[in-house]
């Protein structure tokens, strides 16, 4: 049971590049979530699914597209990178229910120079 | 979703207890109180969760006023080992869905 596994580690793009993360889930839960979390800072929810085939926009979802054709892979997309998209990205999963938990991966350090 | 506020940063010596308290005038009814650490270069992870009196288990302890108002993690005979940032989220799924991560609480914990 691996948990919630993210793919790639790390990332260095340039400014306008694109890319995708892969986010993973073998807990058959029904809620998955991306984050970014700069320095210092806390995490701020990019995009969300309540489900397969669902998505829809978190706190700050500007400049990030999302899929979730299965219901254990959660993808995002950065269709052109910028520099302010340097971060540490977060994937986490819940079961939707009530009283949830999030489970987190490990995180992909992104920069974009 | 109720706003959470916390203490930025807490230092504490090995072997004490830490309590650090979290504010949320604004928890609804249905809200839950749950407390997330994370470490260094690594995902939040969940430590406990509560929706009233005391709850406890094999890392920390909650405790909730009658009011609900604010929450007190409570970590008993800390380590080094226990520097990290803590995260007191409040909210449920009932009715939709949102998670709002402040800054969190950063423990230090010294030799």
């Known amino acids: 049971n691996a948990g919630v596994t993210q793919t790639p580690k790390f990332r260095v793009l340039k400014t306008g590049q694109s890319m995708t993360l892969l986010c993973a889930q073998d807990?058959?839960?029904?809620?998955m979530y991306w984050y970014r979390q700069d320095p210092g800072m806390g995490l701020r929810l990019i995009h969300y699914?309540?489900?397969?085939?669902?998505?829809a926009k978190g706190e700050v979802p500007d400049g990030y597209n999302v899929s979730r054709l299965k219901k254990q892979n959660f993808l995002l997309g950065l269709e052109s990178a910028a520099p302010s998209q340097t971060s540490v990205y977060f994937c986490?999963?819940?079961?939707?229910?009530?009283?949830?938990?999030?489970?987190f991966g490990p995180g992909t350090r992104l920069t974009v120079l | 979703l109720a706003k959470t506020t916390q203490p930025i940063s807490m230092d504490s010596y090995e072997g004490q207890e830490v309590n650090i308290t979290c504010s949320h005038n604004?928890?609804?009814?249905?809200?839950?109180i749950t407390w997330y650490q994370q470490f260094p270069s690594q995902g939040p992870r969940f430590i406990i969760q509560?929706?009233?009196t005391k709850v406890t288990n094999e890392v920390a302890s909650l405790f909730i006023p009658a009011d609900r108002k604010s929450s007190t993690l409570s970590l008993p005979r800390v380590s080094l080992s226990d520097t990290a940032v803590y995260y007191c989220l409040v909210g449920d799924r009932t009715g939709g869905f949102k998670t709002i991560f402040g800054a969190g609480t950063r423990l230090f914990v010294k030799a």
């Open positions: 807990m058959n839960h029904e809620y």
């Open positions: 604004n928890i609804a009814t249905n809200d839950y």
């Open positions: 509560g929706y009233k």
């Open positions: 699914s309540v489900g397969e085939g669902t998505t």
């Open positions: 986490a999963s819940s079961s939707g229910h009530r009283t949830d938990t999030q489970y």
